[in-house]
């Protein structure tokens, strides 16, 4: 599903806001946001994309039809159907994932820093729809731990179902990719073998603010990374220090489920988290604290934590 845009064509980003209680979508342009089904409307075009998922199983076709959409409500100066993102509540970019897989300890240096051994298979969890949620939106920090960690993470959107995939066709099942923050409470990770108490705790799963199409990515195994925390960066890599790489996860994982159209997956996270510093270095989140994690050509996603009260 490697894209081809029409020559010319506004090459958008899709996104999710909330709208009188209801989640749409919108697509991202150097000129801002456009209310999707708003602007079908005004358009005449059928069907109405009300969501990405929509927009995922249109395809192809779906993608260039919005692109011309975009196309022309700029070039027609419809400011009615622009949104401000500065004011927007952000949704999930991705809304109904039918599973989130994340994939633990995938960069050598952060295997290196939490003195784990390199992994000889990719290491899979997963989280919940619970713990999903936007760009801009707070975070309670749960009273049951008091040690919640950031994670970075380029996140895979699959775009087709894909099962016993060989490696070298994998890319081709992806339909785009966007920014991820693996939230983790370590304390409850490590309480047994099994890493999923710590990981999917309401909220633990913010992605956005876009879905970025696959072929404007281009090498997803050659993108930066960051973090900040209250504007001090923690987090500097790049996809190229993963163990395991998008095709070979995407692979990997079709031989043993079948990923469905909207799955995503959490691909690891690189160097620079709490857990890897010195014990007495450690400060884990707080309530006030914001952070920032941004992953090259996707967007920076903002997460602020509040306590629970």
């Given at each position: 599903m490697q894209i081809q845009m029409k020559k010319g064509c506004e090459q958008v980003k899709l996104f999710t806001y909330a709208d009188e209680g209801q989640q749409r979508l919108g697509l991202h342009t150097a000129k801002g946001g456009i209310a999707v089904a708003k602007a079908c409307e005004v358009y005449g075009i059928t069907?109405?994309?009300?969501?990405?998922?929509?927009?995922i199983e249109g395809g192809d076709a779906a993608?260039?039809?919005?692109?011309?959409?975009?196309?022309?409500?700029?070039?027609?100066?419809r400011q009615d159907l622009l949104l401000d993102e500065a004011t927007l509540a952000w949704e999930p970019c991705v809304t109904?994932?039918?599973?989130?897989?994340?994939?633990?300890?995938?960069?050598?240096?952060?295997?290196?820093?939490?003195?784990?051994?390199?992994?000889?298979?990719?290491?899979?969890?997963?989280k919940f729809a619970n713990a999903l949620t936007g760009?801009?939106?707070?975070?309670?920090?749960?009273?049951?731990?008091?040690?919640v960690d950031?994670?970075?993470?380029?996140?895979?959107?699959?775009?087709?179902?894909?099962?016993?995939?060989?490696?070298?066709?994998?890319?081709?099942?992806?339909?785009?990719?966007?920014?991820?923050?693996?939230?983790?409470?370590r304390d409850l990770q490590k309480r047994t073998a099994q890493w999923m108490l710590g990981k999917t705790c309401?909220?633990?799963?913010?992605?956005?603010?876009?879905?970025?199409?696959?072929?404007e990515v281009g090498n997803p195994n050659n993108l930066t990374l960051q973090t900040t925390v209250n504007g001090e960066r923690r987090q500097h890599s790049n996809t190229s220090d993963m163990i395991f790489h998008c095709d070979e996860i995407v692979s990997y994982i079709s031989k043993h489920m079948t990923?469905?159209?909207?799955?995503?997956?959490?691909?690891?996270?690189?160097?620079?988290?709490?857990?890897?510093?010195?014990k007495e270095q450690r400060v884990y989140l707080q309530p006030g604290d914001v952070v920032t994690v941004e992953v090259e050509k996707l967007g920076s996603l903002t997460t602020r934590f509040t306590a629970d009260v």
């Open positions: 069907p109405v994309w009300q969501s990405v998922h929509d927009v993608i260039r039809q919005l692109n011309e959409l975009a196309d022309q409500v700029l070039a027609d100066e109904r994932p039918q599973k989130i897989i994340c994939v633990g300890l995938n960069y050598r240096k952060h295997a290196e820093e939490t003195g784990a051994a390199v992994p000889e298979y990719p290491i899979l969890f997963n760009h801009e939106q707070e975070v309670t920090l749960p009273r049951v731990t008091s040690r950031y994670e970075v993470e380029l996140t895979i959107v699959i775009g087709k179902p894909a099962s016993d995939v060989p490696q070298e066709q994998a890319l081709d099942y992806v339909f785009g990719y966007c920014t991820g923050n693996d939230l983790s409470a309401d909220g633990f799963a913010p992605i956005g603010p876009y879905v970025v199409t696959a072929d990923l469905q159209p909207g799955d995503i997956i959490m691909t690891g996270t690189p160097e620079g988290v709490i857990v890897g510093m010195p």
